[in-house]
C-alpha cells in the first residue's frame, strides 16, 4: 500500500512519554519493551516508530517503568532515561461544549481524580490550572469524552493565536 507508513504514525497530537530526551526520537530497531512495561497499558508504539501515550483506559502513575526498562536494555542510546523528571509535555483540554458541568449538571468526575489542577468555579465550569502535569487520569473518567490531552506545543499555539485575535479586535 502506497502510504502504508502513515497509518502507524502517531497523530500531530500525540503525547509523547515521560523520561523522553526527546519527543521525536525513533525507537531503531526496538521492541518495544516499553509497551510491555507499562502497569496502566498506555503506551503505544509504532512498528519502528515514536512511543506515545494513549490515555482511553488509564492514565500514567510516572512508575518509571518503561524508561527503567528502555534505559537497561539500550543505556546511553536508550530514547527514555529514568533519570530524567518524569514530566508529560502536555495538558488537559475540556471541550465545554460536552462539558456536563458547562452545562449545568452536576459533575466533578475530573476533579475528584485530578491532584489539584482542576478547579471549578462554583458547583459549574472546571478550569485547567497550570497545576496539570498531563497525566491523563481525567480522560477515563468523564461520563462525556469531554477532556482530552494535548501536547503543549499546541496549547502555546492556542494562547498564541487568541492573543493575536484580541490584538485585532482592539483595532
Known amino acids: ?3 502504508e507508513r502513515f497509518l502507524h504514525a502517531p497523530s500531530p497530537k500525540a503525547v509523547f512519554l515521560p523520561y523522553a530526551k526527546g519527543q521525536n526520537m525513533l525507537c531503531k530497531d526496538c521492541a518495544g519493551d516499553c509497551v510491555e512495561a507499562c502497569p496502566m497499558e498506555i503506551v503505544i508504539k509504532t512498528e519502528g516508530g515514536v512511543p506515545y501515550l494513549d490515555f482511553s483506559s488509564a492514565g500514567c502513575v510516572f512508575c518509571k ?3 527503567e526498562v528502555c534505559w537497561e536494555k539500550y543505556g546511553q542510546d536508550s530514547v527514555l532515561d529514568p533519570c530524567l523528571q518524569g514530566d508529560i509535555q502536555a495538558y488537559a483540554h475540556i471541550d465545554v461544549l460536552n462539558c456536563l458541568a458547562y452545562h449545568q449538571v452536576v459533575c466533578a468526575s475530573c476533579k475528584d481524580v485530578c491532584n489539584g489542577a482542576i478547579a471549578f468555579s462554583g ?10 502535569n498531563g497525566c491523563g487520569m481525567c480522560v477515563r473518567v468523564c461520563p462525556q469524552n469531554a477532556i482530552k490531552i494535548e501536547p503543549k506545543q499546541a496549547k502555546t499555539q492556542a494562547q ?11 483595532r
Open 123 to 132: 458547583l459549574f465550569y472546571p478550569e485547567v490550572l497550570e497545576a496539570c
Open 1 to 3: 500500500m502506497l502510504f
Open 65 to 67: 517503568k518503561c524508561a
Open 160 to 170: 498564541a493565536n487568541r492573543g493575536q485575535a484580541n490584538r485585532v479586535q482592539a
